[in-house]
Structures are given as structure tokens and as C-alpha cells.
């Protein structure tokens, strides 16, 4: 306050002269700083304790050493884990002349039934999964992702009427009746079917598969949801199946209304499109009556319903089994790159230490 009186009093007694106006832009100013400035604390004037550690040879090295071998740890248990891991690929594309699905692969051939025979020669412990893969197809292209409609999928009547544009060119049939679902996704559903027989003493012996929970909880409770209708097969009428769908989504499972129209499992599991070109998708479980503990050691014949065509775009199928461990399916790569990364912290921290004895000890001493 004294400062601002006497600078009033100095600018008072300069009225009149060219260094007034000088004077008062000096003034605002100042006062324009004052009331800017920060308050006079730890935290706005940056006085608050801090902490930096001090990089030394003593703790750089021996944390290098530490990382190094806790990484090594994790890879070997990774990749120990994942060998211990059982899978068994075996492919029906029926390209080459001896395979047993060679016959389906004709362009006039329909509702062909092929068997692939095949011996397991231990047990496959634990539950086991049974995957269907396919090669050289893109789901991750752009315009394939976006060919649906979600608004259709979780069961608002209105767009089974008028589905979105983004389902192009699968939105109306040649008589302008809306498809439901609707887009390419749903269109170019997987339809080939499978059933596992175990080959005892001449005879067959159906293996079942589990279907149910194959898909992603929150596809089947939040994402895809059905009509609210019942019957289910009204909420379709004045609508038309999927072009490629041998029968609507309605009867997908008859058998159990909760496995049935949007929110079947198989249907779920097709929709959550894959990264990659070359993928599997989860199919069923093994793991109910004598088949709880595993699938025994023995002879087997799985016959496929081949329906899905892959070679005018050049892929492949497959069927997988495979159990899992605690670390999930068989991924090699994961304990190959702890190994890898730990190796390479062990390697460096001697390095480092070779380097440290040769340059800083004599100083020291």
C-alpha cells in the first residue's frame, strides 16, 4: 500500500509531463503482477519434498540381474506349461484326392456327409475344446465389420422391418422382403456341422458335445438379445432368412429357447469377428459322462456335415482339439519371449559390470 501511495504521489507531482502515462502503465502493471502471483505455499511455489533416485552401479546392476532371472522364472514356466499342452489339428478342406472329403468339394454336390477317421494315443487330460478354423479369411476387413445392424441384434422389431443401411448389400431380398439378420457377418455364417464317435470294439459310440457358454457373456446378455415375443417365429414374419442360411434364426435351436435366434451360442461365437486371417472359433466342450476326465486314448470318427465353401478364395479348414492349462491354450511365443527379455537383462547387467570394474574401480581406489 505504501509503495502504490508513494508511486501515486511521484505520478502526481509528473501530471502534465511525458512520463505521466509512462507512470501509470507502470503502476497497472505492477498491480496486475500482485494479484497474479501465486499464493505463498509449498505446493504453488514448488518447496514440496521430492525424491530421485540416485542411478548408481550398485542398483542398476543388480536390478538387471533381478529382472533377469525373474523373467527367465516366468519363461520356463510358460514354456514348460504350454508343452504340457495337448492339441491335435487335423484338416478337412478335401483339396487333395485321398482325403474322405474330397467327394463334398464338388460345386453340385449338397447335404455331403464326409468322416474323418483318426487315433489319439494318450489321454487328453481335463476338459477339452473343440475348435473349427478357417485360413486366408479376412473378417477384419472394414466393410465386412460393419455389415450389421446392432440395433436389429438386440431385438427392436423396428428395424426388422427396415434394417440400416450399414448391412449392405444384404439388407432386402430380390422381392424386397428385409432380411433378418441382416449384413455380411450373419450372412456368411459357418454352417459346417460336426459329430465325434469313439470306435469301440466295432461299434460307435456318440461323444457329446457341450455348446452352451462357448460365447462371451456379455454377447448373450447385454449385446444380442431376442424379441420380445413368443412364439419367437412371429417377431419374423414379412421377413426372409439370410441369403447363404439353409433355415432362420429362429430355429437355430428348437430344442432350448435360451440357445435359440440372436443369442445362439454358435451364432455369438461367429459374430465376434476375429484379428487375424488364419483363426479358430470355440465349437463345444468335451467334458460330460465318461468323457468328464479327458478323452480316453483310442480310436475316433468325426463326421462333417460340408457345407461352408473355402475354395473360391482359396482357404482352408481344419478341426482343433486341445485341452488348456492355467496359463490358458498352448502359446509357446509368450515363454519364448520371458526367456528371450530375461537373457537379455543378464547379459546386459554383465556387460554393464565389465564395464564398471574396467572404468570406475581404479578411481575408487
Do not use: H
Not at 97 to 119: I, M
Not at 236 to 247: A, L, R
Not at 302 to 317: E, H, M, Q, W
Not at 337 to 350: F, H, N, R, T
Amino acid at each position: 500500500m505504501l509503495a502504490n501511495a508513494a508511486n501515486n504521489e511521484t505520478c502526481s507531482t509528473n501530471i502534465g509531463n511525458s512520463s505521466s502515462r509512462l507512470c501509470n502503465q507502470k503502476m497497472v502493471k505492477e498491480e496486475q503482477e500482485l494479484a497474479n502471483r501465486p499464493d505463498n505455499t509449498a505446493f504453488t511455489q514448488q518447496r514440496l519434498p521430492a525424491w530421485q533416485p540416485m542411478l548408481s552401479a550398485g542398483i542398476v546392476i543388480p536390478g538387471f540381474v533381478l529382472i533377469g532371472l525373474a523373467f527367465i522364472g516366468i519363461g520356463v514356466a510358460l514354456f514348460v506349461t504350454s508343452r504340457s499342452i495337448q492339441v491335435l489339428e487335423l484338416d478337412y478342406t478335401g483339396l487333395e484326392q485321398n482325403s474322405p472329403c474330397f467327394k463334398c468339394t464338388y460345386p453340385n454336390v449338397s447335404n455331403c456327409v464326409c468322416d474323418l477317421d483318426f487315433s489319439i494315443d494318450s489321454l487328453f487330460k481335463g476338459t477339452v475344446f473343440f475348435y473349427y478354423g478357417l485360413s486366408n479369411y479376412f473378417q477384419n476387413f472394414r466393410k465386412y465389420g460393419v455389415s450389421k445392424d446392432d440395433v436389429q441384434l438386440s431385438g427392436d422389431l423396428t428395424n426388422f422391418k427396415s434394417p440400416s443401411d450399414t448391412c449392405s448389400p444384404y439388407v432386402y431380398d430380390r422381392n424386397n422382403q428385409p432380411i433378418v439378420p441382416c449384413g455380411s457377418i450373419a450372412n456368411s455364417m459357418f454352417n459346417d456341422t460336426f459329430q465325434l464317435f469313439q470306435k469301440i470294439n466295432g461299434t460307435k459310440t456318440l461323444v457329446p458335445f457341450d455348446g452352451k457358454g462357448i460365447a462371451w457373456w456379455t454377447d448373450y446378455n447385454i449385446k444380442y438379445r431376442n424379441p420380445s415375443v413368443t412364439p419367437l417365429k412371429n417377431a419374423f414374419n414379412s421377413t426372409v432368412k439370410p441369403i447363404f442360411w439353409s433355415k432362420p434364426a429362429y430355429e437355430l435351436d428348437t430344442s432350448d429357447p435360451a440357445n435359440n435366434g440372436f443369442i445362439n451360442q454358435n451364432f455369438l461365437v461367429w459374430m465376434r469377428r476375429a484379428a487375424l486371417p488364419n483363426f479358430r472359433k470355440l465349437y463345444g466342450r468335451i467334458d460330460e459322462g465318461v468323457y468328464a476326465q479327458g478323452l480316453p486314448a483310442g480310436s475316433y470318427s468325426l463326421a462333417i456335415t460340408y457345407n461352408y465353401p473355402v475354395l473360391s478364395f482359396g482357404g482352408r479348414k481344419k478341426v482343433v482339439f486341445s485341452n488348456v492349462s492355467w496359463m490358458g491354450g498352448k502359446n509357446e511365443f509368450l515363454g519364448i519371449a520371458y526367456l528371450v527379455i530375461g537373457s537379455l537383462c543378464v547379459l546386459m547387467s554383465i556387460v554393464m559390470l565389465i564395464v564398471y570394474a574396467k572404468f570406475k574401480f581404479p578411481e575408487e581406489d
